[in-house]
């Protein structure tokens, strides 16, 4: 994969976080987006890829690392944004209070940025959806691109004896 792949997904990535910060914060359309326990590990899963990709873009004796490091976090990401889509399906499971949420809101990282990582919203709760979809099925459209760009382009990156 081409060095500015990394940066480009990297970028691609922190817009994802500050539009999920912009739905928290501002709302879109007058409705206001608290974030859930899974949408947290969402962040979290955008967040990991994107300063992976940083890494592999600045540090290219670790690019192979980085790389993998970017598909499990994508990986991770897929799989949780799948199941906040079975949440939203099924409306009677619910992910809301629950120990997720009380471990989570634990950690003292969360308590000094909390605008960022605080879950206070419910999974199963109906929001309206963004640009047609749901903000789990954009997360889950998301992480599969980048899941299948960094899969397809890390099959010739680990088969090349070049790390560049």
Known sequence: MPKITY????????????FA?????VGWLGVHYPPC???IFQ???FLGIALSCLGAYLISPLRKSFHLLAIIFALA??????????VIAHPEVSCGIDPLEVFINQFSFVESLAFFFKADGFCSTPLPPVFFLSVPSWSLLFFCVLFQNLTTSGWSLFRSKDNT
């Open 37 to 39: 326990p899974l949408c």
């Open 43 to 45: 962040r979290i899963g």
């Open 77 to 86: 990401g897929l799989a949780v944004a799948l199941r906040h889509s079975w």
């Open 7 to 18: 940066l480009i997904i990297s970028f691609i990535c922190f817009f994802l976080l500050c």
């Open 21 to 25: 910060l912009f739905l928290q914060h």
